[in-house]
């Protein structure tokens, strides 16, 4: 069984930064791959960065490429998610996901949610 707790999210004004945090507790080889996705209100889920912890390789949506960077801490079980220059359009409750490979449709695991709100 894996658990993955989220902290950090807040609220910013534009052009300030935010980092998320995800600790994987339980089996964390089961969390080998892991992703941020996020989700405004009237709109769908959208992925928003991916790492696969063990290749360290990453990923992004082209709306947050470089703005946003996804890092893990490997002792700690925890990966990251720096959020630079944040937009309004960045408002949204961020997820944190993982899953044992990064080939599959849909991930296993889900955190609880943290809202991270832009406005001034």
């Known amino acids: 069984q894996v658990q993955l707790v989220e902290l950090g999210g807040g609220s910013v004004e534009p052009g300030e930064s935010l980092k998320l945090s995800c600790v994987i507790t339980g089996t964390t080889s089961s969390g080998n791959c892991m992703g941020w996705f996020r989700q405004a209100p009237g709109k769908e889920r959208e992925g928003v960065a991916g790492i696969d912890r063990g290749a360290g390789r990453t990923h992004y949506a082209d709306a947050v490429k470089g703005r946003f960077t996804i890092s893990q801490d490997g002792a700690k079980a925890t990966i990251y998610l720096q959020m630079n220059n944040l937009k309004p359009a960045d408002t949204a409750m961020y997820y944190c996901?993982?899953?044992?490979?990064?080939?599959?449709?849909?991930?296993?695991?889900w955190g609880q949610g943290s809202q991270v709100t832009v406005s001034s």
């Open positions: 996901a993982a899953d044992l490979t990064c080939d599959r449709p849909e991930f296993a695991y």
